[in-house]
């Protein structure tokens, strides 16, 4: 099985804002360049996160196609925001104002840690147990901490737009 790097220039970069459908339209071009199916987590634990692009392994071998691609975990944490956000009914532009608001918090690394606050996560959600209401494995899981930072977005704010103008405002959401 190959597994190839994402790289810049081949990628998305992590902070780049998108609407829903744009981020939808990108995975079937890489998915159709290669000619594969994918199909995304879970992952195994300690694993890297890696999207899992299924093929006819026949036909991948013999015409030398990938069959896997990495991905970086911002990247798979903002795919997981978006399967997350579509059921709510929020639009395109709340889609954007998500991805703006949690790049500057955490840059969507779930492992994020502010070292003065101790805010945690990808929706730096202070104190970081906060986000225990939601699962237990808050501490590694970014599907966890993603349906709190939602919840906690519509309970607070309303939408995305809001919190994100909120944290314009006064620095913080």
Do not use: F
């Amino acid at each position: 099985m190959a597994r190839h790097g994402c790289r810049p220039r081949g990628c998305r970069p992590a902070g780049a804002a998108e609407s829903v459908l744009a981020v939808h339209r990108y995975i079937i071009r890489i998915t159709a360049a290669i000619g594969c199916a994918v199909t995304v987590g879970p992952w195994a634990p300690g694993r890297t996160a890696t999207a899992q692009v299924r093929a006819d392994h026949d036909s991948a071998h013999d015409s030398g196609r990938v069959d896997a691609l990495e991905i970086s975990a911002p990247l798979r944490n903002r795919l997981l925001a978006v399967a997350l956000i579509t059921p709510r009914g929020w639009s395109d532009r709340q889609w954007r104002c998500l991805d703006r608001l949690w790049t500057r918090e955490s840059n969507w690394n779930h492992l994020a840690r502010n070292r003065s606050s101790g805010a945690y996560g990808i929706p730096q959600a202070l104190p970081a147990t906060k986000m225990r209401s939601a699962g237990d494995d808050w501490r590694s899981s970014a599907a966890t901490q993603i349906k709190w930072g939602l919840g906690y977005i519509a309970r607070r704010y309303g939408t995305p737009c809001a919190a994100w103008g909120h944290a314009e405002a006064a620095g913080w959401y």
